[in-house]
């Protein structure tokens, strides 16, 4: 019954991204600036956190949102595609959730393009992810004297499933990059250089552009396929349970990620093998890179550019080798570096005391309403 | 033999008349008659066969089917434990317990209906249920599905028994439910005395058959083949002590109101477990629960449908008591009232209870065919 809402939902979503996109024409060099911070309610902040980090939020209690979104490696999780729920693994790439509040869509595939309170839900609810009865979380929360005080003191009531859909996106909220040599003006001659060939003759800033070096729109530049999703069949039958419900076609013979594929649903499949412009911040805490992470380093991202992208009947004509020098894709790839600003691992973003994994029982039950 | 019942139970109701308030309804007398059991019912759009009872049985040990993996059919339905789980309230998915008695699977092909209210009107619809509730197996159609998928022995199996280019999960629940209906029992003790082996029963088992026929009024809804009317009563049985015990049966405990749709004011107030009302929302269904077979229950322990009772001995003592006591006391059944039964008559109508179960059920556990990764069809 999820899954209908979610279908509806799915619908608005693509209609509320198209209208944000047009928003987001190419900027100019000089749109490239510090990410804006959001105004949040610390109540509900400090909810978010705390939600963010129990493991209780997934159907077996044993991953919560940071098992895969790590605070230390900038919110994701170092691997080149992801570990999922137990009993399954990713096939994709986990992505950062630092600026994930500016999105205008979310997932590599941009399926929905609503809000992050949806994300929160999708993510919480889907079998491979946490795979979660958002019932039977909202009683786990009604246990938790803590969770109590918390609902309460956020404004949203008694423990709920929508109170937590709304706390987790406002701690998002306060996930936004600081500090980057880049936002600070202090960048190296090679990191300056590198800036004048990503706005200009490399025309990275074409797609990466704004403040989160991204215009949220979806391309095919040819990535190549990682086999490992293929290989594994704890991989490849998430990417089963997937497709099947996304309503892609001939999913058991398909070798091959459809990407965006599955919001625009273009008959000709000329959408095939699209994905989201990732952004640029923070990279140098979130490799591996690409929807599948195939790339281990931004070296090879750049030479995959500087060799006009990947191979694919579908890749976006505008992909053309760049012709780089050593040093211009040196200097590229310090410029990017130049991107990260400091490590959002403070106590700020990290839930500090203990998360209990058992519940107190309550005492007078038979005299407690439910 | 049925005349000898019926002059029993004459005499049975006419003891109980003499006390307050109720007497037996009338028709009591037509009771269907304890019988030894045949062969089950096969539904003709599920015929058995010996390929799909054989991938039944391997899907029913297997693990893959459920939300992480962990947790098969044969994790509550544990043939060490009876073919159910042998504590108070089934043990549940990781990360939380079950709300009610885990039921054998012995015989549960004889069944019209499943579940304590019977929620479910097949076997090949109550493992899905089982099997995707959040507070069981917690799987999700598409991921199991996608599992099977990948074990080659599964996909030759499916396209052999049902004919599936790629195996569907509907049929692994039609596979399942043939390989539990070849989990029978039908020569207990009892089977083989009412087929005409007179000391099948001990001397004591028939003082018991006569209680249980006669003074103790068993017969009344524990009758036929099944020993078990399949209609639903409130018999008093308290709630569960883990709800005032243990917050996993807390959390279970209001899930189970949230997810079974019960009014809001219901949903705060209520503390003990509302039965066929869920599936009704009939105020006079509160409370109440279908009949369970007395078949394979040596090794079912503990009993009633919030396991409340830990022995047989238990469980008679409780309707000698004449019940016990619950929040929907309105709906008590009127059968239930103090039986007057001695020390002894209790130790007769327990061991003809053991009567009604054969040796255990035991079988070695399929080894379980590994992940394959799927060929590429383009190369």
């Known amino acids: 019954m999820i899954r209908i809402e979610f279908r509806g939902l799915l619908k608005i979503g693509v209609t509320a991204a198209v209208g944000m996109m047009a928003a987001l024409v190419p900027g100019a060099a000089e749109d490239f600036g510090p990410v804006p911070q959001i105004e949040t309610n610390a109540a509900q902040v400090e909810l978010g956190r705390r939600l963010f980090f129990d493991k209780r939020l997934s159907g077996d209690a044993a991953i919560s949102c940071a098992s895969c979104h790590d605070p230390a490696r900038g919110f994701a999780d170092g691997l080149p595609l992801s570990a999922a729920y137990p009993g399954s693994l990713g096939f994709r790439n986990t992505p950062t959730l630092i600026n994930t509040a500016h999105r205008a869509a979310w997932f590599h595939d941009g399926r929905l393009g609503s809000n992050l309170n949806d994300v929160t839900r999708e993510m919480i609810t889907e079998d491979y992810m946490m795979n979660m009865d958002m019932r039977l979380m909202q009683e786990r929360f009604k246990q938790d004297p803590v969770y109590v005080e918390m609902f309460e003191a956020a404004g949203y009531g008694e423990p ?23 936002d600070r003006g202090e960048l190296s001659p090679s990191e300056q250089s590198g800036f004048t060939i990503f706005a200009g003759v490399a025309g990275c800033g074409t797609c990466h552009s704004g403040p989160r070096f991204t215009d949220d729109r979806v391309y095919n530049t040819g990535v190549p396929d990682n086999p ?44 095939v093998g699209t994905f989201l412009t990732p952004t640029l911040r923070e990279l140098t805490h979130t490799g591996p890179y690409m929807h599948n992470g195939v790339f281990a380093t931004l070296e090879e991202v750049i030479d995959f550019y500087d060799a006009g992208g990947g191979d694919d009947p579908n890749k976006d004509r505008r992909l053309m080798p760049l012709g780089l020098s050593k040093q ?14 400091d490590p959002l691992t403070g106590p700020e973003f990290v839930w500090q005391d203990p998360i209990p994994t058992e519940y107190d029982v309550i005492d007078d039950w038979r005299e407690t309403p439910n | 033999m049925l005349k000898g019942h019926k002059e029993t139970l004459i005499s049975a109701v006419a003891l109980v008349v003499a006390l307050p308030l109720f007497a037996a309804p009338a028709g009591a007398d037509n009771n269907p008659p304890l019988a030894p059991l045949g062969d089950p019912p096969i539904p003709a759009d599920n015929p058995q066969t010996p390929e799909k009872i054989e991938l039944g049985r391997m899907l029913f040990f297997d693990p893959r089917l459920g939300g992480d993996a962990s947790t098969a059919c044969s994790s509550c339905h544990n043939q060490e434990q009876g073919w159910g789980f042998s504590d108070d309230l089934s043990r549940g998915y990781p990360g939380t317990v079950h709300w009610r008695n885990s039921q054998t699977v012995i015989n549960s092909a004889y069944y019209g209906k499943l579940f304590w209210v019977g929620a479910a009107s097949s076997l090949e619809r109550q493992a899905p249920s089982a099997a995707k509730g959040a507070v069981a197996g917690n799987g999700e159609n ?27 999960i509907g049929n692994a629940w039609r596979a399942i439910a043939s390989f539990e209906r070849t ?9 083989r005395y009412l087929r005409g082996e007179e000391e099948a029963l ?17 017969i009344e809804c524990h009758n036929g083949p099944m020993a078990t009317d399949e209609r639903y009563y409130n018999i008093g049985v308290p709630p569960a002590p883990r709800w005032e015990e243990d917050a996993l049966a807390q959390i279970t405990f209001r899930y189970e109101q949230y997810a079974k749709g019960v009014t809001e004011e219901l949903y705060r107030f209520i503390k003990d477990d509302a ?16 009949t369970p077979s007395l078949r394979y229950t040596l090794y079912t322990a503990p009993y009633m449908h919030n396991g409340a009772l830990w022995d047989l001995t238990e469980v008679v003592e409780f309707y000698n008591n004449g019940g016990g006591e619950n929040e929907f006391g309105h709906n008590l059944s009127p059968l239930i009232r103090p039986l007057g039964l001695n020390d002894d008559e209790i130790e007769d109508l327990v061991a003809f209870l053991e009567a009604f179960s054969g040796p255990e059920i035991r079988m070695t556990v399929p080894e379980l065919p590994a992940y394959q990764p799927l060929p590429d069809p383009a190369e």
């Open chain 1, 160 to 182: 709920s499933n929508g109170g937590a859909r709304k706390a987790i996106p406002e701690f998002l909220k306060t996930l936004i990059s600081r500090n980057s040599a880049f």
């Open chain 1, 228 to 271: 490992e999703i293929w290989r594994n069949p704890m991989r490849h039958t998430t990417f089963v349970a997937y497709a099947m419900f996304m309503g892609i076609e001939n999913f058991m013979n398909i070798r091959r990620d459809p990407g965006a594929h599955v919001r625009g649903h273009a008959a000709d499949g000329s959408d």
């Open chain 1, 328 to 341: 211009q894709r040196t200097d590229l790839v310090a410029f990017l570096r130049a991107l990260s600003g």
């Open chain 2, 142 to 168: 598409d991921v199991m599905e996608a599992r099977l998928a990948f074990i080659p022995e599964y996909r030759e199996a499916f396209r052999s028994v049902f004919g599936d280019e790629w195996p569907k």
């Open chain 2, 183 to 191: 989990l029978v029992q039908t020569d207990t003790p009892l089977d």
């Open chain 2, 202 to 218: 001990s001397e004591q088992q028939l003082r018991g058959k006569a209680l249980f026929e006669g003074k103790a009024n068993c």
């Open chain 2, 275 to 290: 039965g066929l009302y869920y599936r009704t929302k009939q105020k006079e269904d509160m409370g109440k629960f279908r």
